[in-house]
């Protein structure tokens, strides 16, 4: 975990209203796992005075990282006017982060909207990134609407398979995401063992949480929060865990 | 980084930043309030406790606590809103698994400690004092979070008074009274407080706030008020630290969105002996560092050989 003067590489709109920064940070990247986050902060303000949370998009171990952000506030509206070679501070890698194991045959991926983000890097480790595993990747993607589907090349250019549920039925299966994550469970299964992976809305991780207890099947959801600080400090994202009372989850 | 415990010898010019708080010695006035630094380990990988004057830890109970459900944080402008609910693992807990960590360091801890009824402000007390590595008390009456304890023994000057002075018969450790600010007079308070047995005051914990998003026309957060902090504060807290130091004498720490030296300087001016740094530290994690460096180079550039001269220094004369 460090603190960091980095310096800011890209920002490009990637579709309307969505972002990706790419920023040089290689001790961040060195340590940071799919599924991990950071606390960004652009300018000196206090107002927007607090660092924003932002899941990892993408890891580049010698040079840094990349985040993938969609306009929403004041922050993310500042974030979206900074220019390469501009700086930004950067508290990372921080939280858990997705875990798998070598044995894992078949990996079930589930991206609500903006919760894309983190998915991009898991895929990058789930397929090996030209290290030729044979792990079957299904990368699943729901939103409002087809501009809300995010990534979908690049998640196709590592090999993951994609499927697509939008909202309105503008892109895809017309409905939500897990109703395409319920059906494919549903079809008879081989016998590689199978983990779901899972980014998005509260309703929808709850949704996922539901069907993987149904079809017995390991599931790991990354969850988001209002925070102050990142590191555990300030208490304000903790999840209620069964059986055990509060823990945080970073 | 030079050796901090060494006394700088007597012909550097290095100028003094030492400060004593009813007897406890803190190698500079910069520590981190309660609630915003967890209990040290959070922030080590980030800067080096052994640089801070003081730690506060997290309020501690004598049974562990929940907390308020979630959203727990929000921000506000140039300040943030939280009702976490004084959510801590309890005093044994923090006695076998977390001060042994910061017991490592060489930076005094002040246990902050709060308790639902006047009766468990006196254990809690009595457990803290007991415990090696524990070397101030930090009284918390003034959270305004939690519908028992806390603040409700912090706007009441005789209830203050009766948890002053059962603390007070209940440790020989330094006492330290965290005064909240919503009260029509801070002043009142110090008093009682002092008259309890106080040896110091610490001011302010945070302002009762609140905000709705309007929209759903729901509060923001789930406990619907909780305490604002940051610097949208500092100039409430700057006042009622200038305020108690014309009331009292014991020492003050002040508190209240500090971001830099400058800021700290402030309360200094105003009448503080100490500072701490709370939100800030979830902004910068380095804060604390940058405002111990800030403050040194202030009395070099300002040819201040001691710190200490600062503190109550406000000068309220008209200018010529």
Known sequence: MYQVKSRVIKNEEVAEGYFRLSLECPEVAEKAGPGQFVMLRVGNSYDPLLRRPFSIHRINKWSGIEILYKVIGKGTGMMAHIKAGEGASVIGSLGNGFSFTEELGEALVVGGGIGAAPLLALAEKLTGKGIGEERKVIVFLGGKSKEDILCVEEFKEIGAEVQIATDDGSLGHKGFVTELLERYLGQPQGTAPTRIFSCGPHLMSKRVAEIAKKYNTPCQVSLEAHMACGVGACLGCVIKVKGSGVRGQF | ?320
């Open chain 2, 1 to 320: 980084m030079s050796s901090e415990s060494n006394k700088p010898p007597a012909t550097d010019h290095r100028p003094l930043t030492t400060v004593t708080i009813a007897g406890l010695k803190l190698k500079n006035p910069v520590m981190v309030a309660s609630g915003t630094f967890g209990y040290g380990e959070e922030y080590s990988p980030y800067i080096d406790l052994n640089r801070l004057g003081a730690i506060v830890t997290k309020g501690l109970s004598i049974k562990p606590k929940m907390g308020n459900p979630t959203p727990r944080i929000i921000e506000t402008p140039s300040g943030m809103l939280n009702a976490i609910g004084l959510q801590n693992v309890g005093i044994d807990a923090f006695v076998k698994d977390k001060l042994p960590f910061v017991r490592q360091f060489d930076v005094p801890v002040i246990a902050n400690f709060f308790g639902n009824t006047l009766e468990e402000y006196g254990e809690a007390a009595r457990k803290l004092s007991d415990c090696d590595g524990v070397h101030a008390l930090e009284v918390n009456i003034s959270c305004p979070n939690v519908k028992e304890g806390g603040i409700v023994f912090g706007i009441d000057p005789k209830a203050a008074a009766s948890v002053i002075s059962l603390v007070r018969k209940s440790t020989k450790l330094p006492v330290i009274a965290k005064l909240s600010p919503n009260v029509t007079d801070i002043t009142v308070m110090a008093r009682a407080v002092e008259d309890a047995g106080a040896d110091a005051v610490s001011l302010i914990n945070t302002l009762t706030g609140m905000a709705i998003d309007v929209r759903t026309r729901r509060p923001r957060l789930a406990n619907i008020t909780g305490g604002l902090s940051g610097p949208a504060i500092r100039p409430v807290a700057v006042r009622m630290v200038w305020q108690v130091a014309n009331a009292v004498k014991l020492p003050i720490i002040g508190i209240g969105g500090i971001m830099t030296a400058d800021d700290a300087l402030e309360f200094i001016i105003a009448g503080a002996t100490a500072v701490q740094v709370g939100t800030a530290n979830f902004v910068n994690p380095t804060a604390t560092m940058e405002i111990i460096d800030g403050l040194e180079k202030y009395l070099i550039d300002n040819h201040i050989a001691d710190i200490k001269e600062l503190v109550r220094s406000l000068n309220i004369q008209a200018s010529h």
